[in-house]
C-alpha cells in the first residue's frame, strides 16, 4: 500500500463527508445546548446537562454498532461507483479510507460537537444562574471510572470474571456487533441501515428462539439421569475464538465485496 496515494484517497474521502462530518459534530453540540437551555427557562437553577452526556454516549455507542452498514453507502448509483473506480488509488486503500472516515473521523466530529457545545452551555448557565451550571463531560467521565457500571452484570453470571476479562468481553461483543453491521451493509447497498437492523433483529430472534429450545431439551435431558461437564475455561475459549473469527470472516467478506464491485451490479440483489 502506497502511503502518500492512500492519504489522498482519504483526504477525498475527508472532502466528500465534510457535510456528514459538519452535521455529527452540529447534532451533539444540539444535543447538549438545546436541552440545557430550555431546562433553564422553566427552572434556572436545574440542569440536564449530566443526563444528556449520559445520552451522548449512549448514541455515539449505538452510532459505532451500526456505521458498518455505511461503508457501502457511497456506491450506491452507477455514477458513484464510476468515480470510485476512477480513483487513482488501490481498493484496499479505497476501502481503509472509506472505514476510517466513518469510524474514526465521524466519531471525532461527534467529539469535538459535543465539547464545544458543552462549553458553551456551561458558560450560559453561569451567565443565568451558576446553580444550575453542570459540566456533560462528567457524565463520560463517571462511565469511564465507574468499572461497576460496565463489568458488573458479567459479574453476577460468573463470579470468577476479572475486570481486564469484562473489559474484553465487552469489547470483543461491541466489535462482534460492528462486523455484523459491516457484512450486512456490504449485502443491502439500498436501505443498508434499515435492513441490516432489520436482520439483526430477526438474527437475535432466531437465536433467542434456539436457545430457549436448547435450554428446554437440556432440562429433559438432565431429568432423565444425564450429566454434562461443562469447564468453564474451555467454554469461554470457545467463545472468544468463535467471536474473533466472526469479525475476521466479516471484515474479509466486506473487503471482498468492496473490491468485486462492478458498475453494473445484479438488479436481483443491489441496484
Not at 481503509?96 to 457545545?117: C, D, K, N, S, T
Not at 451558576?130 to 467521565?141: L, Y
Not at 467463545?239 to 475476521?248: K, Q, S
Amino acid at each position: 500500500m502506497n502511503k502518500n496515494r492512500f492519504f489522498q484517497v482519504l483526504r477525498w474521502e475527508l472532502l466528500l463527508s465534510k457535510k456528514q462530518l459538519s452535521t455529527m459534530a452540529l447534532t451533539f453540540l444540539g444535543l447538549v445546548v438545546i436541552p440545557q437551555m430550555v431546562t433553564l427557562l422553566f427552572k434556572s437553577d436545574s440542569s440536564s446537562a449530566y443526563t444528556m452526556g449520559l445520552f451522548c454516549t449512549i448514541l455515539l455507542y449505538t452510532y459505532f454498532v451500526l456505521c458498518g452498514a455505511l461503508v457501502f453507502s457511497s456506491l450506491r448509483t452507477r455514477q458513484q461507483r464510476i468515480n470510485n473506480f476512477m480513483l487513482p488509488a488501490s481498493n484496499k486503500e479505497k476501502f481503509l479510507a472509506r472505514y476510517l472516515v466513518l469510524v474514526i473521523a465521524m466519531p471525532v466530529a461527534a467529539l469535538v460537537g459535543f465539547l464545544a457545545g458543552d462549553v458553551l452551555q456551561y458558560l450560559i448557565s453561569l451567565m443565568i444562574n451558576s446553580n444550575g451550571a453542570q459540566w456533560a463531560t462528567h457524565a463520560i467521565c463517571d462511565s469511564a471510572d465507574n468499572s461497576s457500571v460496565v463489568f458488573n452484570v458479567y459479574h453476577n453470571f460468573d463470579s470468577e470474571m476479572t475486570p481486564v476479562e469484562g473489559f474484553f468481553t465487552v469489547l470483543l461483543g461491541t466489535f462482534a456487533q460492528h462486523a455484523c453491521t459491516l457484512l450486512f451493509g456490504s449485502v443491502y447497498h439500498k436501505h443498508p441501515l434499515v435492513l441490516s437492523v432489520l436482520s439483526w433483529m430477526g438474527i437475535g430472534l432466531a437465536l433467542l428462539t434456539i436457545g430457549a429450545l436448547t435450554a428446554y431439551w437440556l432440562t429433559s435431558f438432565f431429568n432423565g439421569g444425564y450429566i454434562i461437564v461443562l469447564y468453564d475455561f474451555w467454554w469461554k475459549l470457545f467463545a472468544y475464538a468463535f467471536n474473533t473469527a466472526f469479525i475476521v470472516f466479516c471484515y474479509w467478506f466486506a473487503y471482498r465485496r468492496y473490491t468485486r464491485l462492478q458498475v453494473i451490479n445484479n438488479r436481483w440483489i443491489n441496484r
